[in-house]
């Protein structure tokens, strides 16, 4: 009797390999095991673009590209990063390399398997049972992230890594990714920690510095990291990780070093290019922003990885340097992109940014000035994101070193300051933003100050003995200044003193009701839109749909 693993019929595959008779030979073994369609592809940027607009069952991919910078090993990790590759596509390495380090490399990756050459059409089979038996035996769980039942999800991976069932340790590392996200980070600890004594293994180490900076513990993370990195010093999502504790801890340097570094690891990532290229920009330095900005788009304009602030920030850089044409081209690439995405409300927000730049290049102060005044009328929105906040200080004080600013100008730099500049590193990249004006920056920085005054206020008066006075007070300016720093203090003092104060309900009720209209919660510095955590694993799900924005009164 046919087993359903085996059939194949209706299946599609994807064959890369840049040698002619390797592919033939794959192509012809996949129609003799009965695989329904085949397409082929010889670079790396073909099998990119053939992967993130048609799903495939299975993909074959060579690990070496003679004539190319990148690896099949680099294709799989910028897929992965990009929650491009969906559980359901198993995906093979096929190459020559037999090195235990290579094999760990794929091991790292969640491949589904990993064939070497020379191999017989029975080992290929066999490769893809394996892989089939794997995806079935696991069905259950990515059926509820599907349905976006998280919990539901988390408890079978538990269940499967405490039984040690069939495929724990990969139910082990979805189930701690899925911890994470639904904001379980001691529990995801745990899991991650539970794994490196079982097996010690680089990606259960990473999920345990992960875990702890999402709790904060930010010492504790780096110190995990720096371990790691010693031990694998090519271990790139290492340095992503790390990069993003020095950049929480506004550490900017030191997080532009370590973006290099993993940039250099990985030159045909085009998601950490990006990283590089905006950190780069927000640290000062707009001549090597303007580089490396550049290279990100003209390596991954047409990809899906592509994050439309790139062109944001390069255009920004161009308007800098006085490069007329490259700033028109900036306009023309951001209409491609919404020519390719008419319904995203982020492109057409981010493409009126640009066409302000234009503006002001060319002397039609009139236009820009009209375009900013429409973009403050949004600062108390609830859409009103720290991306946006960003762009408009920066156009703002392209206008003012031209001499030309809005009469309320200061306000609205001391309202976004209030507003976002809930930590150091938020700071620092909005005065980054503002950085073509310094007095825009200092404004920025000064507001940061004045909402660390209102926390330790409050702070005081709840170590004085009245944490209900000290909530109210943080209510009070949080209301006012729209801070997610005095929304979240507040939401701490609450969870520890509730015992000692007789409203909590009511006040609980009114600083949860800030939280979820601000999305305090979430309020972290990341860079561009981030469509995974850096060493995190993909875990694709449905979206909700968008929702009408709302004013903050």
Avoid at 84 to 89: N, V
Avoid at 93 to 107: C, I, L, S
Avoid at 245 to 264: H, I, P, R, V
Avoid at 473 to 479: A, E
């Amino acid at each position: 009797m046919a087993r359903p693993e085996d059939d194949l019929s209706s299946s599609q595959a994807l064959v890369i390999d840049s040698n002619p008779t390797s592919r033939s030979i794959l192509v012809s073994q996949l129609r003799d095991f009965g695989m329904g369609t085949v397409v082929q592809c010889s670079r790396l940027v073909d099998a990119r673009r053939q992967l993130e607009y048609r799903p495939f069952d299975l993909v074959l991919c060579e690990l070496n590209f003679p004539n190319e910078v990148s690896t099949g090993q680099d294709l799989l990790d910028d897929l992965r990063r990009n929650q491009l590759l969906p559980f359901s596509t198993v995906f093979i390495m096929v190459t020559g390399e037999a090195t235990y380090a290579k094999v760990a490399e794929a091991a790292e990756s969640a491949l589904d398997g990993y064939l070497l050459k020379p191999h017989k059409a029975a080992q290929l089979g066999e490769r893809l049972y394996q892989a089939r038996i794997r995806k079935i035996s696991l069905a259950e769980i990515f059926s509820a992230i599907e349905t976006e039942d998280f919990e539901r999800a988390a408890e079978l991976c538990l269940h499967r890594f405490e039984s040690r069932g069939l495929f724990w340790l990969y139910a082990a590392r979805v189930g701690a990714e899925l911890l994470l996200r639904t904001g379980k980070c001691a529990q995801a600890q745990i899991l991650y920690q539970a794994v490196v004594t079982a097996k010690t293994l680089p990606w259960a180490k990473l999920g345990v510095a992960r875990s702890l900076l999402d709790e904060g513990r930010v010492a504790q993370a780096s110190t995990t990291l720096e371990n790691l990195i010693s031990e694998d010093p090519t271990y790139a999502d290492a340095y992503d990780v790390m990069g993003r504790a020095q950049f929480e801890l506004g550490k900017m340097d030191s997080a532009l070093s370590t973006y290099k570094m993993a940039s250099d690891l990985t030159p045909a990532s085009i998601s950490r290019l990006q990283n590089l290229g905006m950190m780069t920009y927000y640290s000062g330095d707009r001549v090597e922003a303007e580089k490396v900005l550049d290279r990100t788009a003209r390596l991954g304009l047409d990809s899906k990885m592509f994050d439309c602030q790139t062109l944001v920030l390069l255009a920004f850089t161009r308007l800098e340097t006085g490069d007329r044409k490259g700033l028109q081209r900036c306009r023309d690439d951001f209409a491609r992109l919404i020519e390719r995405n008419p319904k995203s409300q982020r492109h057409q927000r981010l493409a009126h940014i640009v066409e302000a730049l234009s503006y002001i290049q060319n002397h039609q102060f009139a236009q820009a000035l009209s375009a900013v005044r429409d973009l403050v009328k949004l600062v108390k929105t609830t859409d009103f994101d720290f991306e946006s906040a960003s762009n408009l200080l920066s156009l703002m004080a392209q206008l003012a070193s031209k001499a030309i600013q809005l009469d309320e100008v200061d306000t609205v730099v001391d309202t976004l300051g209030m507003r976002f500049c809930t930590n150091r590193a938020m700071t620092e990249l909005l005065a980054g933003a503002a950085g073509a004006h310094a007095p825009y920056a200092a404004r920025v920085r000064a507001a940061h100050g004045q909402i660390m005054k209102l926390t330790e206020h409050a702070l005081l008066i709840s170590m004085e003995g009245d944490p209900a006075g000290a909530v109210k007070d943080l209510i009070l300016h949080g209301k006012e200044t729209l801070s997610g720093k005095l929304i979240e203090t507040a939401h701490l003092v609450l969870h520890k003193y509730a015992h000692k104060i007789e409203e909590a309900p009511r006040l609980t009720e009114i600083v949860q009701a800030l939280r979820t209209r601000y999305a305090t919660h979430s309020q972290k510095p990341v860079l561009g839109e981030q469509k995974r955590q850096a060493g995190g694993l993909s875990l694709r799900t449905g979206s909700a749909p968008p929702k009408a924005p709302e004013v903050l009164t």
